[in-house]
Every structure is written in C-alpha cells, then in structure tokens.
C-alpha cells in the first residue's frame, strides 16, 4: 500500500511539471459541502492534461491523474455542475476511473473493460489506495482557501477562514474582519465591537449567522460610546472568534438574499462536522495578561467532532475571562459659557473679559473636566453544537445550534469640576472665580478657578446577554435538474442591565486647575483628594435597562437548470423582527444631613488618586432602592417594535462567452413588503398612556453581478443593485415624552411610518490571480441613498401629533402650537469609493526568505450628507464614515512554525452630530498593531504566542469639526498571552 501510494504521489508529481497541475504531495483540504457545490465550467476539448487542468482551474480544486496526459478527450463542457458530475460527463467512454480524494479527485487508468465513471453527488471521503498525501495547513493555506472562494464567487466577496480566524489573536470576530479590504471596526473594552463597511456604519451592515439574519446587544462601560442603547447594530464582543468556520463579506447584493445592509453583508459560519475530512477532538489553553488591568485572562477552548458517510457531530465550547482597564482623560461636552462679571478676577485681560461676560463672539468651555477610569471583568460562554446529514439519494440536512452567554462586571470612577457650583453649565455665577484663563479661537484651553465645588463618582454596572439560535437547513435533489431548498431559523438575544448605580461625593470651595484640550490634557488640584473630611455625600442614582430582540426566518428556493449554460432559481421568504425594552432611572439628590457613607481610594488606574463611594454602603445608609418598577420608565423609552417582511424573489444564471472570454451572468428581481408596528408609553407629567401605529412599505429590488475572464487570470466583476435598509430601531418607536406648559411644549418621538433607506449600488472589480500564489485586486464602487433620516425639531398644533389630549396643559387648547422633535426622511447622500488589495506568496526569493508573504489592502471613500444646525444646513462626512482605512500583514511560515505580524489603520470618523453648537464629534483615526507566532512541538501540539495592541493605542473622541475640542482620550494597555492548542 505505502509503495502504491508512493508511485501515485511521483506519478502526480511528474504531471504537475509537464501541465502546471498542483503535486498530490500538497493537496487543500475541501470539505464534503465543497465537493458538492455546482460550479460554472467553460472546457474546451483538449489532451487529458489540458482538459483535467481546465477543470481544476474552474472548480477550484485538485484533479490529478497517474493516467497518460496525452489521452484525447473530445467531448466540451459549458453550463453549471458539480465538480463531479463535470468529470463523469468530459470523461464518459474513455479508459478512465475518477476516485475522490481529499481536496479533490484523482483520475486512474480503469481496469479492462471498464463502465463508464460515475459518482456520488456527495463524495465518500479518500479510499485508502489513495496513500496518506500530506495535506497543507495553516495560515498560508487558509489564505489560498480564501482566494478560491472569492475567485468561485458570483459576485465581489470577501473571506476569512478558519485557520485565519483562529491563527490571529482575536478574541472576536469583529477583530478578525479588521483586516478584510474595506472593514472597519470600533473599539470598546480592548476589543472590537462593531463592523462598518465601505464608509457605511454598523446600520447599514447586516451581519447573519449561520444563513439567518441575527441581532446581538451589549453595552458599553463609557457613556460617551452609547452605554446600552436600541440600535440595529451587532455587537460582535458576544462571540468567541475561535468558534467560526469561516467568514464571508458580501459587497454586492443579489435578489436572491435577504433584503438590508445597502452597505453589505458579514455573513458568518460556525463549526460543523463536514467541514473536514476525519474526525477531530481539539482542546486549546491560553493565558493572556490584562493589558492595563492585574490578573491573568484564561481562554478555554474545546471541540468533538465524529462523522461517517452519512452522518456528522460536532460539539464545541469556548469560555474566556477577562479584565480590562480603560483610564485617561474625560470632558462630558463643550458648552457656549457666560461668566457673571463678579466671577471673574483681576488676573483675566479685558478683551477675554468682554468675551466671557456675552460681548463679542461666544467662547465655548468644557463640561466636567475629568479624570476617568473604567474597569471590566467580563465572562464569555460560547457553546456550538451542530448535526448533519447526507444520504445516498442526495438529501442534505443540517442544524446548527449557538448559545452565547457574555456578562460584564464594571466600575467606572471619575473626578470632575461637577458640584453645585461646578462647571457644567453654559452660565458661570455661583461661588467660582476664575483668576487666569488661556482663550484660543473659540475655545477655552486652560483656566485657573477657585470656589469650585468638585465631585466625585463611584458607578457599579452589571449587565449580561444570553444569544440563542437554531438553525434547520435543507437540500434535496428533484431529478437530475432540479434542486429544493429549505432553511428554517430562530435566534433571540436577550439583553438585561438590572446594576446601573452611582454614588456621588462633594468638595465644596476647593481651588482647581485645567487644561481641557490638546496633546496633553491635565488637571490640578488645590486640596488633598484623598482626605475624608474634605468630601460630604451629594447623591445617588439607580437606572435598569432591558432590551430583547428576536429573528425569525424561514426560505424556500427551487433552483431548475434549463440547459447546461442556464440556470433559474425561484423563492419566497419571511421575516420577523421584534424589538422590546425600556430604561428606568431614579435620581436622589441629599444634603449635609447624611452622613458621609464608607468610602475608599480609586482602586484601579487613574491620573490621580481620589476619594469614592462605596455604592453599597451608599445606598444602605440612605435606603434608597435599587429595584425599580413600570413606574420609574424613563419617558419615551419603554417601547417595542415589530416588523413582518415577505419576500418573492427570481434569478437567473447564464455562462456565456464573449470573443473566447467565458463569462456569468446573473439577473435578479425582488419584491419585498414589510409591515412595520410599534406600541410604546406616552409620558408627560401625570400617569403614562400607551399609543400605537403601524405602517407598510413595499418595493421593488433589481440586481444585476457578472463577470467576464479577459484572460485566463483575470477577471473583470460587474454589479448593480437596487437594496432597502430598515431605520433605526429607536427611530420607529411610538413612544414620546411630552413637556407641556400654558404656552406650548416639547413632544420628543420617533416614527413608524418612515421611509426605509434605499440604495442604488454599482461596482466595478478587476481581479488578477496568481495561480495559488495569492492575488491583486482593484474595485470602485457607488452607492446613492435616495435619503437619510435625521432628526428635526418641527412647530406644529398639538392635534397634528396624533398624541392623547390629556397631555395637553389644562385650558390649553389642540391647536397650540407644540414643538416636535423626531426623525424624518431628508435628502440624500451618495458615496463613491475604491479599494485595493494585494496578497502575494514570496517564494521566488532565495531560501530562507522564501517563507515570507504580504497581505495588503487600502480603501478610500468619499460621502457625504446635510445635518440641520438650527436653521443652517452643513453638510458633513456620514456617521462611521473613515475617508481612509487599510491593513498590512507580514507572514512567514516554515515547516514547522509560522508568524505574523499584521498593522490596521483606520482614519478618523463622526460618530455623532455635536450638542450645543459643536459640528459633529468625531473619533479620531489610530492604527493598531498585532503579532501572532506558532510553533508545532509534535504531531497535533501547537504552541502560540501572541500580543494584541503593541502600539497602545489611545481612542480618542473630540467634538467640533474645526476647533476639535477633545471630549476623552483613554488607553486599554498591550496583551500578551500565550497558549497550547491539542488535537487527536
């Protein structure tokens, strides 16, 4: 057998040097679904050779053959079939056998008078007289793997698979995506927490798991980046990157998906049995240091797959704990100020005086100046278990389960200019005075006070999210031509903060120094901080949140091959959204008559030390409760939303040749209705009323993706599409907070009869491969958004908001005038972009260096939109929107080990409109910088070694396009960890 086995691999190495075909020595490893999968094929007659050559070329995997590369094959091939059924057709009635094997087939002499060839649709794995090839793994080999799935694709797809993800050290998905051409990611707790793609935000983003559209919700330890807030945005912190079988980002849209994501679709993949070959039990450990924080963080990983020809299991865990310290510098806004002439001392000049006393232009101060310091203790539980099947008669049945538990335990602390006499406020006439003060442009850089009372904040959070989802898929042959297939989903991701509570301590009369802004933010104080005798207590707060969301899906799709150049596929689908959830909060203000509660120093980093509250013993003396009712519901919060979309859907798939230049065509339409309701309190100052209202919007989607081989190497993609994005989850809500007094009032609401987004996209790739040594690509893309929601504040009678009228002051009649702040359908935007990308195997350099590879890619984009400033309308970069981004990787794998170490930039982006006269806030652009390292110490034992953020990298938010007042700079520290991974 060995002999044999050794004949077969010299055979196929002879081969690969006379037509160019890869050796048997170095055979991919494709899964069972791979090996199924209908391709497009364009053979032309040729020697056996060429012809298995053409074949290998078109399907993406090995064809080898130990038979006579000089055998005439007559018979052409043109249409779309599996890899298999292509060879029994090319090859009938010659003196052949084809044998699958794995990563691909092996065509043999066929003994005497033997029957034509014929295979399975689903291939039995290697027989053994097939040797023990030696398969290629790693991170270079699962970077060709990607290259054969975006060449394969129909349209313009990027992918990262499982050896990337789990090769890297990411502890998310969301990190790995980072360095995917056109991805971007935000950073929370030092990791990444959401995708932006091509200029357009997490909004625009759809993200699935496992074919089905899902919704995952944490939230953030900083106000500043949103706490827990109702956003159709993934949270990608929920899940272990390690658990991932691959990841697929589709660029262009196709009438035959879901509708959503006008910006494009990260579609990701757990484990499954049939994704290898044999049976696979892995256990892996690592230990990673805290970055800023002490400790040590452990990551368990664990995997049991079992298969036969038939049937496959597959469980698998993930459990990490970490603690990650975020500290630095904080201002809550930047306000227009006004000091009361008695405020301000003699030190000040007399033009900055007039400034500051209301004459001449406004200047703006900071809020709060702040030294900050947040601590995380979170836990992540992710369980994946999956089952397939796949009979003799061609009947494929997968289902996938996910359970995905994140809890995170944070202390926040903070020392700011926020007593009663503080500075917060746009109007400065209390006991503060401000002896010097540095004014440069509009903005006060640095002030020297005293008479400031000054606060401290001691916040404890727990919040947790538990995601569930299954997943039921199935496909079944009806006759030759004709395919069925079934999918079935539910996910549900339950979000729950029920520990939001601060503790506040007072200094009355201290004197204080700051510089808010610029390169190196800094206070002073003028008391010892520290001291108990100093502080008094001041106040204390108590706020739960919750929010649940639920997918449900199920799809129909019937795919009919007309002829071997034209394929028809017809469907239907449905989809249900729902969204519930509220925000409760009490705010209890005390005096000197409460006794100061147990107090401590600031326990974790910080610029200085401090004196805090202890929260418990807090809210045990002054027996404030921390359990909070319906009652506590903060206004216009506690809402649901439903959403009930049905869809049918056509494609066609024509191959074509245009001048010998084999190409693909596929033409889609769309039609697409949801039926949009939400119910939610109406509150003003007296007992809350419910208040619904539902809407429908219907359309029709086009899409159009071909491409076109203009040599044998490259190909040229073309799209068009025509996509629809829901709004906002918070912007569809019914629910309203009404202020009404005998002269009018405010209504705050949201609206759900908007408009959804629509979208007209175009694109334009050209790809150039360079056989497995990787591949340089060049894309431009457009997309016009026919409009934009923003939010408004419109004066219109109160009977014009469809509200009850028992919100109206008493004696005031519907028809005063009321003003209404909520979203509506503005004008447009378009964005233009291009992007390129380039990975490319060094082997062609002198030994040792021919280990090394490069992994790059750029993208620039360009949008823009008008944002209402009063009565002034600006026109600003789109929210998320980084006009520059990109990724460098350097590799080098030898036998045995392999590293890299790989850079991602991302360029500066607004993440907000701006308060008080401010254009805009905006997180300014960074680069981070990972390494990763593996070694194998024997068969099936790998050592890693890897760190995270060798840069320590600040996030740094400002506010105000022109003056850029900083609003936080923090940092989360450099990881290093290292790690074994085990699998027999």
């Given at each position: 057998?060995?002999?044999?086995?050794?004949?077969?691999?010299?055979?196929s190495?002879?081969?690969?040097?006379?037509?160019?075909?890869?050796?048997?020595?170095?055979?991919?490893?494709?899964?069972?679904?791979?090996?199924?999968?209908?391709?497009?094929?364009?053979?032309?007659a040729?020697?056996?050779?060429?012809?298995?050559?053409?074949?290998?070329?078109?399907?993406?995997?090995?064809?080898?053959?130990s038979?006579?590369?000089?055998?005439?094959?007559?018979?052409?091939?043109?249409?779309?079939?599996?890899?298999?059924?292509?060879?029994?057709?090319?090859?009938?009635?010659?003196?052949?056998?084809?044998?699958?094997?794995?990563?691909?087939?092996?065509?043999?002499?066929?003994?005497?008078?033997?029957?034509?060839?014929?295979?399975?649709?689903a291939?039995?794995?290697?027989?053994?007289?097939?040797?023990?090839?030696?398969?290629?793994?790693?991170?270079?080999?699962?970077?060709?793997?990607?290259?054969?799935?975006?060449?394969?694709?129909?349209?313009i797809?990027?992918?990262?698979?499982?050896?990337?993800?789990?090769?890297?050290?990411?502890?998310?998905?969301?990190?790995?995506l980072?360095?995917?051409?056109?991805?971007?990611?935000?950073?929370?707790?030092?990791?990444?927490?959401?995708?932006?793609?091509?200029?357009?935000?997490?909004?625009?983003?759809r993200?699935?798991?496992?074919?089905?559209?899902?919704?995952?919700?944490?939230?953030?330890?900083?106000?500043?980046?949103?706490?827990a807030?109702?956003?159709?945005?993934?949270?990608?912190?929920?899940?272990?990157?390690?658990?991932?079988?691959?990841?697929e980002?589709?660029?262009?849209?196709?009438?035959?998906?879901?509708?959503?994501?006008?910006?494009?679709?990260v579609?990701?993949?757990?484990?499954?049995?049939?994704?290898?070959?044999?049976?696979?039990?892995?256990t892996a450990?690592?230990?990673?240091?805290?970055?800023?924080?002490?400790?040590?963080?452990?990551?368990?990983?664990?995997?049991?797959?079992?298969?036969?020809?038939?049937?496959?299991?597959?469980?698998?865990?993930?459990?990490?704990?970490?603690?990650?310290?975020?500290?630095g510098?904080?201002?809550?806004?930047?306000?227009?100020?006004?000091?009361?002439?008695?405020?301000?001392?003699?030190?000040?000049?007399?033009?900055?005086?007039?400034?500051?006393t209301?004459?001449?232009?406004?200047?703006?101060?900071?809020?709060?100046?702040s030294y900050?310091s947040?601590?995380?203790?979170?836990?992540?539980?992710?369980?994946?278990?999956?089952?397939?099947?796949e009979?003799?008669?061609?009947?494929?049945?997968?289902?996938?389960?996910?359970?995905?538990?994140?809890?995170?335990?944070?202390?926040?602390?903070?020392?700011?200019?926020?007593g009663?006499?503080?500075?917060?406020?746009?109007?400065?006439?209390g006991?503060?005075?401000?002896?010097?003060?540095?004014?440069?442009?509009?903005?006060?850089?640095a002030?020297?006070?005293?008479?400031?009372?000054?606060?401290?904040?001691?916040?404890?959070?727990?919040?947790?999210?538990?995601?569930?989802?299954?997943?039921?898929?199935?496909?079944?042959?009806?006759?030759?031509?004709?395919?069925?297939n079934?999918?079935?989903?539910?996910?549900?991701?339950?979000?729950?903060?029920?520990?939001?509570?601060?503790?506040f301590?007072?200094?009355?009369?201290?004197?204080?120094?700051?510089?808010?802004?610029?390169?190196?933010?800094?206070?002073?104080?003028?008391?010892?901080?520290?001291?108990?005798?100093?502080?008094?207590?001041?106040?204390?707060d108590?706020?739960?949140?919750?929010?649940?969301?639920?997918?449900?899906?199920?799809?129909?799709?019937?795919?009919?091959?007309?002829?071997?150049?034209?394929?028809?596929?017809?469907?239907?689908?449905?989809?249900?959204?729902?969204?519930d959830?509220?925000?409760?909060?009490?705010?209890?203000?005390?005096?000197?008559?409460?006794?100061?509660?147990?107090?401590?120093?600031?326990?974790?980093?910080s610029?200085?030390?401090?004196?805090?509250?202890?929260?418990?013993?807090a809210?045990?003396?002054?027996?404030?409760?921390?359990?909070?009712?319906?009652?506590?519901?903060?206004?216009?919060?506690?809402?649901?939303?439903?959403?009930?979309?049905?869809?049918?859907?056509?494609?066609?798939?024509?191959d074509?040749?245009?001048?010998?230049?084999?190409?693909?065509?596929?033409?889609?339409?769309?039609?697409?209705?949801?039926?949009?309701?939400?119910?939610?309190?109406?509150?003003?100052?007296?007992?809350?009323?419910?208040?619904?209202?539902?809407?429908?919007?219907?359309?029709?989607?086009?899409?159009l993706?071909?491409?076109?081989?203009?040599?044998?190497?490259?190909?040229?993609?073309?799209?068009?599409?025509?996509?629809?994005?829901?709004?906002?989850?918070?912007?569809?809500?019914?629910?309203?907070?009404?202020n009404?007094?005998?002269?009018?009032?405010?209504?705050?609401t949201?609206?759900?009869?908007?408009?959804?987004?629509?979208?007209?996209?175009?694109?334009?790739?050209?790809?150039?491969?360079?056989?497995?040594?990787?591949?340089?690509?060049?894309?431009?893309?457009?997309?016009?958004?026919?409009s934009?929601?923003?939010?408004?504040?419109?004066?219109?009678?109160?009977?014009?908001t469809?509200?009850?009228?028992?919100?109206?002051?008493?004696?005031?009649?519907?028809?005063?005038?009321?003003?209404?702040?909520?979203?509506?359908?503005?004008?447009?935007?378009?964005?233009?972009?291009?992007?390129?990308?380039?990975?490319?195997?060094?082997?062609?350099?002198?030994?040792?260096?021919?280990?090394l590879?490069?992994?790059?890619?750029?993208?620039?984009?360009?949008?823009?939109?008008?944002?209402?400033?009063?009565?002034?309308?600006?026109s600003?970069?789109?929210?998320?929107?980084?006009?520059?981004?990109?990724?460098?990787?350097?590799?080098?794998?030898?036998?045995?080990?392999?590293?890299?170490?790989?850079?991602?930039?991302?360029?500066?982006?607004?993440?907000?409109?701006?308060?008080?006269?401010?254009?805009?806030?905006?997180?300014?652009?960074?680069?981070?910088?990972?390494?990763?390292?593996?070694?194998?110490?024997?068969?099936?034992?790998?050592?890693?070694?890897?760190?995270?953020?060798?840069?320590?990298?600040?996030?740094?938010?400002?506010?105000?396009?022109?003056?850029?007042?900083?609003?936080?700079?923090t940092?989360?520290?450099?990881?290093?960890?290292?790690?074994?991974?085990?699998?027999?």
């Amino acid at each position: 057998m060995y002999s044999q086995a050794r004949g077969v691999l010299a055979a196929s190495r002879l081969l690969a040097a006379i037509v160019g075909l890869p050796a048997l020595a170095a055979p991919v490893s494709a899964s069972a679904e791979e090996l199924r999968a209908v391709r497009t094929f364009a053979v032309h007659a040729g020697n056996l050779g060429d012809v298995l050559a053409q074949v290998s070329r078109q399907s993406g995997m090995q064809v080898l053959t130990s038979a006579a590369p000089t055998i005439r094959v007559e018979r052409t091939l043109s249409g779309r079939y599996r890899t298999a059924e292509a060879l029994a057709i090319l090859l009938r009635g010659l003196p052949l056998a084809v044998r699958a094997m794995p990563g691909g087939y092996l065509v043999t002499p066929a003994p005497a008078a033997p029957p034509p060839p014929a295979l399975p649709p689903a291939p039995s794995p290697a027989p053994e007289a097939v040797g023990e090839p030696i398969l290629v793994t790693g991170y270079r080999e699962s970077l060709r793997q990607a290259v054969k799935v975006k060449r394969k694709a129909t349209g313009i797809v990027e992918v990262t698979r499982a050896e990337d993800v789990a090769a890297f050290p990411d502890p998310n998905a969301a990190d790995a995506l980072q360095r995917l051409p056109g991805i971007a990611i935000s950073r929370d707790s030092g990791e990444g927490r959401q995708v932006s793609l091509r200029g357009l935000g997490p909004l625009f983003t759809r993200t699935t798991l496992n074919g089905m559209e899902a919704l995952a919700t944490t939230a953030s330890g900083m106000d500043n980046r949103g706490s827990a807030s109702r956003q159709r945005r993934f949270d990608y912190s929920v899940f272990d990157a390690a658990l991932f079988s691959g990841i697929e980002v589709r660029k262009t849209w196709s009438a035959q998906y879901d509708a959503g994501g006008v910006g494009g679709t990260v579609a990701l993949h757990t484990l499954r049995p049939f994704d290898r070959q044999e049976d696979v039990t892995l256990t892996a450990v690592r230990a990673a240091s805290a970055g800023n924080a002490e400790g040590i963080a452990p990551r368990i990983t664990a995997e049991l797959s079992r298969r036969n020809d038939s049937w496959g299991v597959l469980v698998a865990a993930s459990w990490s704990r970490n603690r990650v310290t975020e500290y630095g510098y904080r201002n809550w806004d930047w306000v227009p100020v006004t000091f009361a002439e008695a405020n301000i001392g003699p030190g000040v000049g007399t033009a900055d005086r007039a400034r500051l006393t209301g004459q001449g232009d406004p200047v703006f101060m900071s809020r709060g100046q702040s030294y900050s310091s947040w601590a995380n203790r979170f836990t992540r539980l992710n369980l994946v278990g999956a089952i397939q099947h796949e009979s003799e008669d061609g009947l494929h049945l997968t289902l996938d389960l996910v359970h995905a538990r994140l809890s995170n335990d944070r202390q926040e602390y903070s020392l700011a200019a926020a007593g009663t006499n503080g500075l917060t406020t746009g109007t400065i006439d209390g006991t503060q005075m401000l002896r010097t003060v540095r004014i440069v442009g509009d903005t006060i850089v640095a002030g020297d006070l005293g008479g400031i009372d000054m606060r401290s904040e001691s916040k404890v959070t727990q919040d947790r999210t538990a995601f569930t989802q299954a997943v039921l898929a199935a496909e079944r042959p009806l006759g030759e031509t004709t395919r069925l297939n079934l999918r079935l989903g539910y996910a549900r991701s339950d979000f729950s903060e029920p520990v939001f509570d601060k503790a506040f301590l007072e200094s009355t009369g201290q004197d204080f120094a700051f510089v808010a802004t610029g390169a190196h933010p800094a206070n002073r104080y003028g008391f010892d901080t520290t001291d108990p005798a100093q502080w008094s207590f001041m106040r204390a707060d108590a706020r739960e949140d919750a929010i649940l969301n639920e997918n449900v899906a199920a799809r129909l799709e019937l795919t009919q091959r007309l002829s071997p150049s034209l394929e028809l596929l017809a469907g239907t689908s449905y989809r249900f959204f729902g969204n519930d959830g509220y925000e409760r909060r009490v705010t209890q203000d005390y005096g000197t008559d409460v006794l100061l509660p147990a107090t401590h120093p600031v326990d974790i980093l910080s610029r200085a030390p401090y004196l805090v509250a202890d929260v418990d013993a807090a809210f045990a003396a002054t027996g404030q409760s921390r359990d909070l009712t319906a009652a506590d519901n903060l206004p216009g919060m506690a809402y649901r939303v439903r959403e009930n979309s049905y869809a049918a859907f056509a494609v066609a798939r024509l191959d074509f040749a245009l001048v010998a230049m084999p190409g693909e065509a596929e033409l889609g339409l769309q039609y697409l209705r949801t039926d949009t309701s939400s119910t939610g309190e109406v509150r003003g100052n007296d007992t809350p009323l419910g208040r619904g209202q539902s809407s429908r919007h219907s359309a029709w989607l086009p899409s159009l993706r071909a491409w076109l081989d203009l040599r044998r190497d490259v190909r040229l993609r073309f799209a068009f599409s025509r996509d629809v994005n829901q709004p906002d989850v918070a912007d569809l809500r019914a629910a309203a907070a009404v202020n009404s007094t005998p002269f009018g009032g405010t209504v705050e609401t949201g609206d759900p009869a908007l408009r959804p987004f629509t979208a007209t996209a175009l694109d334009l790739a050209l790809e150039g491969y360079m056989g497995r040594d990787g591949y340089a690509s060049l894309g431009l893309f457009y997309k016009r958004m026919d409009s934009f929601i923003t939010s408004a504040t419109t004066l219109m009678p109160y009977a014009e908001t469809g509200l009850p009228a028992a919100f109206l002051y008493p004696g005031v009649p519907a028809d005063t005038l009321y003003n209404v702040v909520r979203p509506l359908n503005g004008s447009g935007a378009s964005i233009v972009g291009v992007e390129a990308a380039l990975q490319r195997d060094l082997h062609f350099l002198p030994a040792p260096f021919d280990g090394l590879g490069v992994q790059a890619n750029g993208t620039f984009v360009s949008g823009r939109s008008e944002v209402i400033y009063g009565q002034r309308a600006i026109s600003l970069p789109l929210i998320d929107l980084s006009r520059w981004s990109g990724n460098a990787t350097l590799y080098y794998t030898a036998r045995q080990w392999d590293a890299r170490i790989a850079l991602a930039y991302r360029g500066t982006y607004r993440d907000g409109l701006g308060n008080n006269g401010n254009i805009g806030s905006w997180i300014k652009g960074s680069a981070t910088l990972d390494f990763a390292g593996h070694a194998m110490l024997r068969p099936g034992l790998q050592a890693s070694v890897e760190a995270r953020n060798l840069t320590d990298t600040p996030i740094e938010q400002y506010t105000d396009r022109s003056a850029r007042r900083l609003l936080a700079r923090t940092r989360s520290g450099r990881t290093f960890a290292v790690g074994l991974r085990y699998a027999y």
